[in-house]
């Protein structure tokens, strides 16, 4: 399995995301995050992806772990596990890197469109503050056939 982070800055005045730029996921709107290398927790990683990405830099007591999203596809591709946090204070200067163009958006007008598909799905529960656990699975043309999405308050 895979295993990435997933860190979405949320603030009263909006949420910070970021466009990636190059490689997996190239063009989408998508909050921080990416592979934990060799040694790291899950959180270490977060907080390092979270400031490669973006130039911000948070401390552990910043992140709030607020979901688990599992994704499976047709057989042969490896399955994915993503662990998604929240963070709502950090120290920096918001900077657009190699990879990521960081903006910030009203919660009111988040851009679907241009997201990951199921990001449409768990989102809505992410900015109600809810803890969830979702399972998506996709077919060969990337669509969702299945999904569960499990509330925990
Ligand atoms: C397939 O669906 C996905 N949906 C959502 N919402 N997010 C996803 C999906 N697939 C991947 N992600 C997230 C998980 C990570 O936060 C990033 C992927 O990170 P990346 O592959 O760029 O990992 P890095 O460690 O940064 O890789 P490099 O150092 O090789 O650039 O997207």
Redesign the pocket.
Known sequence: MKI???VLVLKESGILLGLKKR???EGKW??F???IESGESVIQAAIR?LHEESGIMAQESNLTKCGIIN?DFPTGEIP?K?HVFRCSEYKGEILETE?MKPQWFDVQHIPYDLM?S??RIWFPVFLSGTSFHASFSFNALGDIIKHTITQKP
């Open positions: 990435f982070t997933l490689g997996f996921g998508n909050g995050g990416g592979k992806e994704m994915f993503i990879e990951w199921e990001a």
